[in-house]
């Protein structure tokens, strides 16, 4: 039986509080007599892993075991006289040590999740139970990537489980990219004639070359022409609940945005998002001969440097 509960658990004297609990958890897993009742030596195991646990996980006693106080039992350390002096002090096993000193708990330890299923045998142990429990079995994860529009949406789809047959999966409106979906009773089977457990499925959207979105709102970007931003006009802009007609103002540029209240993301409570169009002047493809020469004699009546308030605020 070992001596040492940080080797016990397979960790080093710096582990933190939550790499003890995590080591804790894996090991119980694999050794609880009640789920290895073939293994003659899962008892025997499950004692020294709990035992190590209930030392290290107290602040007060895993500092008095680094600093040589106790021992490993968490039976005091005698002082370094002669030998008959303590021949008959009689150390407790590693195991029964903790349960003496911690009062009437069960041997199972303190598992804090209430949802775990070694909760119910800890509780069945202490009330004098013979160990059964009906457990809901355990979730089963899923991932399942879904368009963007249907994402904000709302749609129907359906997912092939790995060992067989498939789900329906319903995306509410205004899903978002990592949110999970619980579908009830189709994950693994129940403990004991408990109910099975759910499937729980993270979605993962993908990117849509036009529509992206913040928050509630969707942003798309919307090319204009060189005239419609000098003259203004209305012109089609895409929506994700299609495309609506807008007014470019007069003078627009580049990066002026149009909100189109209410064309956003809508959800089952609350107000929808909107539509944010961030214009963007695109110049026409090739080299248009008339274009130039006109731009060519508008340039010089009309000199502007609309970068010279920047260059004077950088250099200050």
Known sequence: MSDDPYAALGLSKSATAAEIKKAYRKLVRSAHPDLHPDDAGAEARFKV?????????????????????ID?????????????????????????????????????????????????????????GDGSYAQPGPDLRYTLEVAFLDAVLGSKTRITLPEGGNLEVQIPKGMQDGQSLRLRGRGGAGYDGGPAGDPLVTVQIRAHPVFRREGDDILITLPITIDEAVLGGKVTAPTIDGPVSVNIPKGANSGRILRLRGRGVARARGPAGDALIELRIVTPPGSDAALCDFLAEWRKSHADDPRKAMMQEAAE
């Not at 709990?50 to 107290?58: P, Q, R, Y």
């Not at 804090?112 to 119910?120: K, L, T």
């Open 49 to 69: 892993i709990t035992a190590a646990h209930d030392l290290l996980k107290d602040p007060a006693l895993r500092a008095r075991f680094d600093a040589g106080e």
């Open 72 to 128: 490993a039992t968490g039976a005091e350390r005698p002082p370094r006289t002669y030998y008959r002096d303590h021949a008959d002090a009689g150390g407790q096993g590693f195991a029964q040590g903790f349960g003496q000193r911690s009062g009437p708990t069960s041997r199972f330890g303190d598992f804090g999740d209430p949802s775990d299923i070694f909760a119910h045998i800890l509780r069945q142990r202490a009330r004098g």
